[in-house]
């Protein structure tokens, strides 16, 4: 078989794993983004503590070293994650605190005026959150969780390193094998920069679709 | 595995802060030296430039770091005859890439000026130019300090990632010490710890730089 | 042509897309005169202003300044604007610049005059504003409204300029700063500077000015003597907004 033939083949492979990759860890920060805003700004004391714990922390973390901790490290102390299972973790509690931040943000810029308004027509506090704060929140928080998600994207390319065969680890062998690197990268590029264009795309959709006047 | 030659390591992991710090002001210097100009001219220029300028952002800034880092290291620097170390290779990455975001942020700064100073220079007899760099893009540097020390932090993270070509930055050493005593999770913590410190410290840095620039009675929405 | 016409403007057109700015608009200022235009909002006075100094581009029609002709495409632009002085509604002071710097920029970097040089030109401008010397290393967002339209006189005025063109100078001013920055105009009118001012303070334009200009839609529709126009308007309109104006000047 001929060079681009076999190397279509096998990034067709490594791209289908990565969108199996972001597919299941796209939703799971965007839910972890939102139970960590929230716990931020309603949490008790301790809820509180934890939760600005954890997103300051992968936050503040590399994800490359987080991805490395949580398959090398975490083996250190007997438990072991498949490299596929360890990279949607780490991209899920990385994702999801850069998420609260946007979700802690929109709550605080609702809250301001609107707690009151919602008190006075005698809602509760958990009645506000879930009729008034919770769906506005979903659309200010939007743009930056989109924003987030197409670093997602992009940093899906760092789970190469504790293994995962995902489009960049098929590149990278065939740049061993072959060592045509300007070709394969810049295939690599192209697709990366593709699923970027669609992502935007449907982001911009949404936003418009979503628009409040 | 092997607790005690671990310690023994420690300061070898340390050093690579230095090499990490290599990455990060070369490659925010670099991004500056690029992201300034291109700023500038996307700003003021017609849209033929801008359009042109904009793909070089958008590629710059959508393509995954590692894949420029390949790219340039295996591909563009070999095929155009340069023999790049890994380090040098990497601050060139960065600062493309960081240009790329630096220009944005500082076409962000320009066009929050009000035209109204612009006009004023004008009035007095200044150029474009001359209007440019000394009204318009004084206030605009100050603007942007906080969007910058946003992008040394993003760099600090992202010069870990030039451990895939072998720069001996600290994660390099994180992984050569984890190779050398079986022990993962350690060395991986020391590495992290002491990149989220260098950020903890850049950004006070910048802060600082932020607090002493400070335009007395103006108030700004940042 | 009169020898001592220091400005002449002759049939300016200027339009925005489908509505028209300027439709036709001529007239003179004499060496020392002071030329003051009133009009409804809209009906192209500060659009007129703009075109002096080309801060707008005039569709068609030609401006003298002097001798030389500024809507001739050839000239320099810049050299001709740092002989005009112009004052903005809304100050447009540079935010980064201490009050003495922004009255020193312009001779620094336009005219080139050494530092000490322009020191001495800005003190004298912001003394002649009256300014308080205690501000002149505050910053402009330290400053109440009247202190930054007179740093902004100061500015323009530093660089000695043949005519001094005023827009709205009052309009974004609190009303207790509008009598400090009128006080100013006042003094240098008085002292020969050659100025035009566009303005909504009619009792002040009365007072102040050698010719009013009435404008409505782009057009001139009557000047004169504050005196001819008070006893014998001969427009509806220049009527309206005299008298309105008039009874409260008593």
Same mark, same amino acid.
């Given at each position: 078989m001929d060079f681009w033939s076999n190397f279509l083949i096998n990034l067709v492979q490594g791209l289908t794993t990565t969108l199996q990759i972001l597919v299941i860890s796209i939703p799971l920060s965007i839910i972890t983004g939102f139970i960590l805003g929230f716990a931020r700004v309603y949490g008790n004391k301790i809820i509180f503590y934890i939760s600005t714990g954890i997103s300051t922390t992968f936050r503040g973390l590399p994800l490359i070293v987080t991805l490395l901790i949580l398959f090398f490290g975490l083996a250190d102390l *007997? +438990?072991?994650?498949? !490299?596929f299972w360890a990279s949607i973790l780490g991209f899920t509690l990385c994702g999801g605190s850069y998420i609260s931040e946007?979700? *802690?943000g929109a709550i605080q810029s609702i809250e301001q005026g609107q707690a009151e308004a919602a008190r006075a027509l005698g809602m509760n506090k958990l009645q506000e959150i879930i009729y008034i704060i919770l769906p506005q929140t979903l659309i200010r928080a939007l743009p930056g969780?989109?924003?987030e998600i197409i670093y997602m994207i992009q940093y899906s390319s760092l789970s190469f390193v504790i293994g995962v065969k995902e489009i960049f680890s098929v590149a990278k062998t065939f740049n061993s094998l072959y060592f045509r690197s300007i070709e394969i990268f810049t295939t690599v590029a192209f697709v990366y920069l593709l699923l970027i264009a669609i992502a935007t795309l449907v982001f911009k959709i949404i936003e418009n679709k979503l628009k409040i006047t | 595995m092997n607790y005690i030659s671990l310690i023994e390591y420690l300061p070898y992991i340390f050093e690579g802060l230095l090499w990490s710090l290599a990455l990060v002001l070369g490659g925010l210097g670099i991004?500056? @030296? /690029? %992201? &300034? !100009? +291109? %700023? @500038? $001219? /996307? @700003?003021?220029?017609d849209k033929y430039t801008k359009f042109i300028l904009n793909v070089y952002i958008w590629i710059f800034r959508s393509t995954p770091l590692i894949v420029l880092l390949f790219l340039f290291y295996w591909g563009v620097f070999p095929n155009i005859g340069l023999k790049l170390s890994p380090l040098i290779t990497s601050i060139i990455v960065l600062g493309l890439r960081s240009g790329a975001y630096q220009s944005e942020i500082f076409r962000g700064a320009l066009e929050s000026i009000d035209e109204g100073q612009i006009l004023a220079a004008y009035s007095l007899g200044m150029s474009k130019i001359q209007a440019i760099i000394s009204i318009t893009i004084p206030q605009a540097l100050r603007i942007s300090i906080p969007s910058l020390s946003n992008e040394y932090a993003i760099l600090l993270k992202d010069s870990a990632i030039c451990f895939t070509i072998g720069v001996l930055e600290v994660l390099t050493r994180a992984r050569i010490v984890s190779i050398a005593t079986g022990i993962a999770?350690?060395?991986?913590? +020391?590495? %992290? +710890? /002491?990149?989220? $410190?260098?950020t903890y410290i850049g950004l006070k840095f910048f802060h600082t730089v932020y607090k002493k620039t400070v335009i007395p009675g103006l108030i700004e929405g940042i | 042509m009169i020898s001592d016409t220091i400005l002449n403007v002759v049939d300016l057109h200027k339009k925005y897309g489908d509505s028209i700015a300027l439709d036709g608009v001529s007239f003179r200022v004499r060496k020392g005169e002071t030329k003051v235009i009133i009009g409804p909002n809209g009906s192209g006075k500060t659009t007129l202003l703009k075109c002096l100094n080309l801060l707008v581009k005039p569709d068609k029609g030609r401006i003298w300044l002097g001798n030389i002709e500024i809507t001739d495409p050839r000239i320099n632009i810049n050299k001709i604007r740092r002989k005009i002085g112009f004052v903005f509604q809304d100050f447009n002071l540079f935010h980064h610049l201490t009050v003495l710097n922004n009255v020193m920029i312009g001779l620094v970097k336009v005219r080139k005059l050494k530092k000490h040089q322009a020191y001495k030109k800005a003190v004298d401008a &912001?003394? @002649?504003?009256g300014l308080d010397n205690t501000l002149y290393y505050k910053y402009p967002a330290q400053l109440s409204g009247g202190q930054k339209q007179r740093v902004a006189i100061a500015r323009a005025l530093a660089m000695d300029p043949v005519i001094m063109l005023y827009d709205e100078p009052t309009s974004s001013l609190d009303p207790q700063f509008v009598n400090e920055v009128l006080q100013v105009i006042r003094k240098l009118a008085k002292n020969g500077v050659t100025s035009i001012i566009v303005t909504h303070q009619i009792d002040f334009a009365l007072e102040i000015a050698d010719e009013i200009i009435v404008m409505h839609k782009g057009r001139i529709i009557e000047s004169g003597r504050p005196t001819e126009l008070l006893s014998n308007p001969q427009n509806i309109l220049t009527k309206k907004i005299l008298i309105r104006n008039f009874r409260t000047l008593r």
């Open positions: *007997k +438990i072991y994650l498949s !490299p946007y979700v *802690k969780v989109s924003n | 991004g500056f @030296t /690029i %992201g &300034l !100009p +291109i %700023g @500038t $001219m /996307i @700003t003021y220029s999770l350690i060395p991986y913590l +020391i590495a %992290g +710890i /002491i990149l989220m $410190m260098m | &912001l003394s @002649t504003v």
